[in-house]
C-alpha cells in the first residue's frame, strides 16, 4: 500500500484542526441570528371569563423580548380570533418601551373557551378565555336602543306634571330643551339608572322596578325585604349596581339575583346611599360614608361586576363645610363629581381625581349667583352626559349645566323639574347610554 506523503499528513492535521477550532467557536458563541431571535409572551389578561358577546375586562397584554429577557419596542404585532362573532380591537399594535401590546377582546357568540392569537415575524402566544350564557335578556351584553339615546331621564316628587302624590319620571331632550312625561307612580323613587345593556329601572324601598318603553308602566323586577333605599348605576358585568344604608348591593337576573358585595359591618350604617358611582372602563364603584357633619370619606370598590370583591380603598378624605354630600356622577376619566348642599358657603361641586386631588372649588354656587340665598339654589343628584354636568336646583325651579371644566353653561328653568321653594322633593337623575345599539325591540 502507498504511504501518503509527509506533506499530505501536514495538511490533512491543519484542516482537522481548524474544524475543531471553528466548531469550538460556534458551540462558544452563537450566532447573531440566534442572539437577535425575539420571543412573545402573554404578560396578562388570560383565563378571564365573560358573558357571551360581552368585551373582557380586562386587555390582553403581551411581552417581546430577546432571549436575555430584555424587552423590545418598536416590534409589530398582530392579534386575531377565529371565535365565531368575536373581534380584537385593534388588530396590530406595536410594542411600547416595556415590550408590550395590548388588545381588547369580545367575546363571540358560542359559550365555552375562545382563543385570540398574538403573532410576530418569528413567534406567536395564545390567550384563552371563557364565555358563559347570560342568565337573563336584562343580562344580555346586546344593547338595546328603545329609549332615545344621550337623555336625562328624572325622577321628580314635585313636578308640576304630576296629576297626584307620588313621582313622576320625565325625560329631557338637551338638544332642544324639550321636556316629556315618561310615566307617573305612586310609589316613592330613590334612584333612577339604565343598564349598560339600555333598560331603564328605578327604585323603591324594597323594590327594583323595570320601566317598560311600552306601555310606559312599572314592572316588578326585584323584591326584598328590608326597608332600603337603593341608588342605581349600570352595571359592565351584568344588569344593575346598588347602593343601600350598608353596602354596595349586586343586582342581576329577576327575581332574586342580587345580594351586597361588601361585609355591612365595614361601614357602620353610615354610607350616604344616595352618592353612587361606577366608572365606565374599570367597572370600581365608588360611594360616601359619613365621618361627621363636615368629614366624609370618598371610597373605591375594586370589582368587575361578577367575582367577589377583592379590595376597597379611601380615595379621599373630604373635609367640608357644614354640608351634606346628595349627589355623585363620574366621567370616563376616572374623575368624582360630588354635589355637596348645605348652608350658604357650602353649595358646590366638589371633584375627586383618580389619583385623589382633591378640588373643592369646581363650582361654588353661591360665589357665582353673587352671595344671594335664593339665587344659589338648593343641589341634588348630578349627572354626567357628553362632557357636561347636569343638576337640578329644587329651590329655583331650574335644570342647571356646568361644563366639566368648572363653567357655568346654561340653566333652563321649567316646573316640570320642581316646585319652587318647595325644598322637600326627592328625586334622581341619570343620562340614557350615547353608545350605538344593535337591536329595537
Known amino acids: 500500500m502507498k504511504r ?10 491543519a484542516a482537522l484542526a481548524a474544524a475543531a477550532l471553528m466548531q469550538f467557536s460556534c458551540d462558544d458563541n452563537p450566532s447573531n441570528n440566534e442572539e437577535s431571535k425575539l420571543r412573545i409572551s402573554a404578560f396578562s389578561g388570560n383565563g378571564q371569563t365573560e358573558r357571551v358577546g360581552a368585551t373582557l375586562e380586562n386587555p390582553l397584554v403581551v411581552k417581546v423580548s430577546d432571549i436575555l429577557g430584555d424587552a423590545k419596542a418598536g ?16 388588530a396590530h ?27 410576530m415575524e418569528d413567534d406567536s402566544t395564545t390567550f384563552s378565555a371563557t ?18 339615546a344621550g337623555h336625562l331621564f328624572i325622577a321628580t316628587t314635585g313636578s308640576s306634571l304630576m296629576g297626584g302624590t307620588g313621582t313622576v319620571i320625565i325625560d329631557f331632550n338637551p338638544e332642544n330643551e324639550e321636556i316629556a312625561k315618561v310615566l307617573e ?24 322596578h323595570k320601566v317598560s318603553y311600552a306601555t310606559s308602566t312599572l314592572q316588578d323586577y326585584i323584591t326584598w325585604s328590608g326597608g332600603y333605599h337603593i341608588s342605581m348605576e349600570p352595571n359592565e358585568g351584568s344588569v344593575l349596581v346598588g347602593l343601600a344604608l350598608v353596602s354596595p348591593l ?10 351586597f358585595i361588601l361585609p355591612d359591618l365595614s361601614f357602620s350604617n353610615n354610607i350616604e346611599w344616595e352618592n353612587l358611582a361606577v366608572d365606565p372602563v374599570t367597572r ?13 370619606a370618598l371610597w373605591r370598590v375594586y370589582w368587575d361586576g361578577r367575582s367577589p370583591v377583592q379590595s376597597f380603598v379611601v380615595v379621599k378624605n373630604l373635609s367640608v363645610g357644614a354640608a351634606a354630600p346628595a349627589g355623585m356622577c363620574i366621567d370616563s376619566t376616572g374623575t368624582v363629581y360630588i354635589t355637596f348642599d348645605g348652608n350658604d358657603n357650602y353649595r358646590r361641586i366638589v371633584t375627586v381625581t383618580s389619583g385623589g386631588t382633591v378640588n373643592y372649588n369646581f363650582f361654588n354656587f353661591y360665589t357665582y349667583y353673587g352671595s344671594n340665598s335664593q339665587e344659589a339654589g338648593r343641589w341634588g343628584d348630578i349627572a354626567y352626559l357628553e362632557g357636561k354636568l347636569y343638576i337640578i336646583d329644587k329651590r329655583n325651579d331650574r335644570l342647571v349645566i356646568i361644563s366639566k371644566h368648572g363653567t357655568w353653561l346654561d340653566e333652563v328653568k321649567d316646573p316640570a323639574f320642581s316646585r319652587q321653594l318647595n325644598e322637600s322633593e326627592h328625586y334622581a337623575i341619570c343620562a340614557s347610554p350615547t353608545r350605538l345599539c344593535t337591536t329595537k325591540r
Open 93 to 119: 399594535a406595536v410594542t411600547d418601551a416595556n415590550g408590550h401590546a395590548s388588545c381588547t377582546f369580545r367575546l363571540g357568540s358560542a359559550a365555552g373557551t375562545q382563543h385570540v392569537t398574538a403573532a
Open 131 to 148: 364565555a358563559v350564557a347570560a342568565g337573563c335578556t336584562e343580562e344580555s351584553p346586546a344593547k338595546v336602543c328603545d329609549w332615545p
Open 185 to 208: 307612580t305612586t310609589y316613592l323613587v330613590d334612584g333612577i339608572s339604565f343598564s349598560s345593556r339600555g333598560d331603564l329601572f328605578v327604585s323603591s324601598p324594597d323594590k327594583i
Open 284 to 296: 370600581d364603584v365608588y360611594m360616601i360614608s359619613k365621618f361627621s357633619s363636615t368629614n366624609y
Open 75 to 90: 416590534i409589530a404585532v398582530s392579534f386575531s380570533t377565529h371565535a365565531p362573532s368575536a373581534y380584537v380591537t385593534p
Open 4 to 13: 501518503p506523503s509527509s506533506a499530505r499528513v501536514l495538511s490533512l492535521t
Open 250 to 259: 349586586a343586582i342581576g337576573c329577576a327575581p332574586s339575583d342580587y345580594g
